[in-house]
């Protein structure tokens, strides 16, 4: 069994994902062809969007959007404790300061109640402006926009939104990564949506924010003059071969892949919720299921239980295994365990099942009965 069952998909769709390779070969418009305009296209429609700006990795998505908004040395900028690196790295390396913030245990998403306790200490402080909040769409679940953007406004910040693990979720029928100011996402192979590399994207309404983007992607290059460049930006651009196995791969997702990964989630939480703390999926919310997470007892009795999953063959992952705030990267901003209480506990007890559209019913079947055997 595969974790997360990339070769099924392939299968599912080679004719169309080999012809579009194959195409791009034909053209030779490896950079900047026309499928990467038409998938951007695609992708903004989807969202509900005006712009989509594709870009190199979900990583640079997030920072190009940062250096849009000129986010730098003495900025503080609010994430989640409990989310991959990027969503903090990527406001480090511009030199600003990550506020690590605590999560709420039922959603794994960023607290909103913490999240303003930390913007009042900041302001207490006065070492840093606060600037920008980036909430993370963890394991495919949109943040708590509805509590969130009320205190963005409330503070005058920008909100990033890191939908990197959430697209396709959405909240009230209003898809991830429309709700920030600007939004980034991933096509990292294993994301919702994945290409058979690195890939990434950012979204906006603002048509100044859409020119800067395409110009930071491109070294900070004129619109007009490529040789003249008007500020300092990044290379990163998606690869027109990664924009065509997008396109077919983008058809399946919102033709069933999304409705799919759903049904599956369904049948693990059928199965598992008398013994387990299976995903809560708060009324409103549709989740895309970049991860599908339990929650056990303890961090030995989830130990054990990887373990015996792995005896059976069955992968599974820890996500994550330590908080942000416990990276050594981070150590010099002496963040103590008892500031996030709910991220501590979230990574000793967390175990994620395979997840993707591709289960079976008898996989389902056979994962829940190793977890339920006891
Ligand atoms: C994967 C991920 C990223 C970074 O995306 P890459 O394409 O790997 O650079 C950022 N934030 C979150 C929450 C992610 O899961």
Redesign the pocket.
Known sequence: MEFRDLKAQYQALKPEIDAGIQSVIDSTAFILGEPVAELERRLAEYVGRKYCVTCG??????QLALMVWGVGPGDAVFTSDF??F??AGTSSILGATPVLVDIDLATFNMDADALEQQIKRILEEGKLTPKVIVP?D?FGQPADYDKILPIARKYGLKVLE?G??GFGGSLRGKLACSFGDMS?T???PA?PLGCYG???AVFTDSPQEEARLRSLRAQGKSPVDKYDNREIGINSRLDTIQAAILLPKFRAFTDYEVKDVNRVANWYTERLKEKFVTPTVPEGFLSSW?QYTILLKSKAKRDAMQARLKANGVPSMIYYPRGLHQQEAYKDMKLSDEMFPNTVEATGRVLSLPMHPYLKIEEIDRVCKILLDQ
Do not use: E, M, P, R
């Open positions: 990795n979900g990583t640079d998505a997030l989310t991959y990027a969503s993370v963890l890191d990197a693990q980034a991933s096509f990292f994301k690195d890939g990434g970049a």
